[in-house]
């Protein structure tokens, strides 16, 4: 005897269906499609997501959208090669304060009126600081040109990162995050080996510290917004020949800025670097004023924010298709 359509007919939930469980074309009726029984409740197999599940994926994605992870991945990198960076960072100020302070200062200090030069400070505690915001500017130069080009073009790390939560925000601000921890090494051995030298000359000089990490992201940032538009690494030998090299050597790192010609004075003042010289000094030589170190802090600042907004939009028009 055939059984009837009902609780235990072919049109209940539990019964055998010919057609499609979900809403398909059918003799029974599964979960929703007309068929030749009555309309029965949904399946377990098929009940529906808890509403607080979406809201905990939408948590899980957003914690895993962490600029941390990016500055994990150049850290990890970082672990390949830190003992030749480590030599270079001693070194380099070693050498310079050595050369110049030292050298060619015995020479300035010993001048006909160095007094009218430098105001009487010594030309090394002239120097030590100037050098301290130059090695930032270079630092923060080289960390946001080849880098960023490699992972863009040459690795396409930057692309693997996208495959994951990760979004472009989370790059440039991790990658920027990276250079400040750079930029907060390489700035703490300057200033080590300038005590060494004993040109510290106040208690502000420990502000010299973030003064030059600063100094480095107002290059940072507007770097890697330029290198991330590059197709090769030619530009960037232009970019140190008449940016880099020029700014090291006439914003007043070696000599007063009041000694360039007249015409150039106004272009070495807008420039950042000559805005990290004097604040560091003037913290180093305990000469510091509110008024004009919150200008110099101000302008720089501005370079850095100016730099990474045009740096999200360079990166998103190159990685986003």
């Known amino acids: 005897m ?14 055998p269906v010919t057609g499609s469980a979900a809403g398909g074309p059918g003799t029974g009726t599964g979960a929703a499609g007309p068929g030749a029984g009555s309309t029965a409740s949904p399946p ?6 808890p509403t607080g599940s979406t809201t905990a994926g939408r948590g899980d994605v957003a914690a895993r959208r962490n600029p941390g992870r990016v500055v994990a991945y150049f850290a990890a990198s970082y672990r390949r090669t830190w003992r030749g960076s480590v030599v270079t960072s001693f070194l380099n100020p070693l050498l310079y304060l050595l050369a110049m302070g030292v050298g060619l200062g015995t020479l300035v ?25 130059a090695t930032a500017m270079q630092t923060a130069a080289a960390e946001s040109t080849y880098p960023v080009m490699g992972a863009i073009k040459w690795l396409r790390t930057y692309f693997g990162m996208l495959a994951t939560p990760l979004e472009v925000s989370d790059l440039v601000v991790g990658h920027l995050a990276w ?3 750079r930029l907060t090494m390489v ?21 010299a510290l973030p003064a030059a990490v600063l100094t480095g992201l107002a290059f940072a940032a507007p770097i890697a ?11 960037f030998a232009a970019l140190f020949r008449f940016g880099v090299i020029p ?3 006439f914003s007043g790192t070696f000599f007063p800025v009041s000694q360039l010609p007249v015409a150039l004075r106004p272009v070495a003042w807008a420039t950042p670097l000559w805005h990290g010289v004097e604040l ?3 913290l180093t030589l305990g000469t510091a004023g509110a008024g004009p170190s919150a200008g110099h802090v101000a302008y720089l600042a501005a370079w850095a924010a100016a730099g990474l907004a045009v740096a999200l939009r360079t990166h998103r028009k190159r990685l986003v298709v």
Do not use: Q
Not at 2 to 15: C, I, M
Not at 226 to 234: H, V
């Open 109 to 133: 200090d010993h001048g006909s009126d160095p007094s009218k030069a430098l105001d009487g400070v010594a030309y090394l505690s002239f120097l030590a600081p100037g050098m301290l915001a």
């Open 44 to 49: 377990a197999a098929v009940a529906s997501t």
């Open 247 to 249: 700014m090291f050597l």
């Open 280 to 282: 560091c000094r003037t």
């Open 179 to 181: 250079v400040t921890i």
């Open 225 to 235: 917004a330029f290198a991330a538009t590059r197709e090769n690494d030619t530009a």
């Open 2 to 15: 055939t059984p009837p359509d009902g609780p235990d007919g072919p049109g209940a939930a539990g019964g």
């Open 187 to 207: 700035s703490a051995v300057f200033l080590a080996v300038m005590a060494g030298f004993g040109v510290i000359e106040s208690a502000w000089a420990i502000l």
